[in-house]
């Protein structure tokens, strides 16, 4: 059974960071691209960050510069470090995967995801 469980959400100043963590059991993330989403009210969900492998990462153009991904194999854990954060950055965000890209342009979405934990970033 795979489950993704994230942990690290919070009520942040603009401005400050904050770590998400998604502990991972069921699939190896050494050998599966992952990713995180965020979802803000009243928006569609969108793809934030993807970690492809070991060190090949993808970002939204919004968080660039600001968010980093990153994995832990030995804990099966993959993390999300967001600085700079502004008030537009608050969402729901989810810990998906393995995503895919077969056409080599667009990331679709894995068919596993966390139950999302609450970022909210005040002015």
């Known amino acids: 059974q795979v489950q993704l469980v994230e942990s690290g959400g919070g009520l942040v100043q603009a401005g400050g960071s904050l770590r998400l963590s998604c502990a991972v059991s069921?699939?190896?993330?050494?050998?599966?691209?992952m990713g995180w989403y965020r979802q803000a009210p009243g928006k569609q969900r969108e793809l934030v960050a993807v970690?492809?492998?070991?060190?090949?990462?993808d970002y939204a153009d919004s968080v660039k510069g600001r968010f980093t991904i990153s994995r832990d194999n030995a804990k099966n854990t993959v993390y999300l470090q967001m600085d700079s954060l502004k008030p537009e950055d608050t969402a729901v965000y989810y810990c998906?995967?393995?995503?895919?890209?077969?056409?080599?342009?667009?990331?679709?979405?894995?068919?596993?995801w966390g139950q999302g934990t609450q970022v909210t970033v005040s002015s």
């Open positions: 998906n995967g393995p995503l895919s890209r077969p056409l080599g342009r667009d990331w679709y979405q894995g068919k596993f």
């Open positions: 069921g699939i190896p993330i050494r050998f599966n691209t």
């Open positions: 970690m492809i492998d070991g060190s090949s990462t």
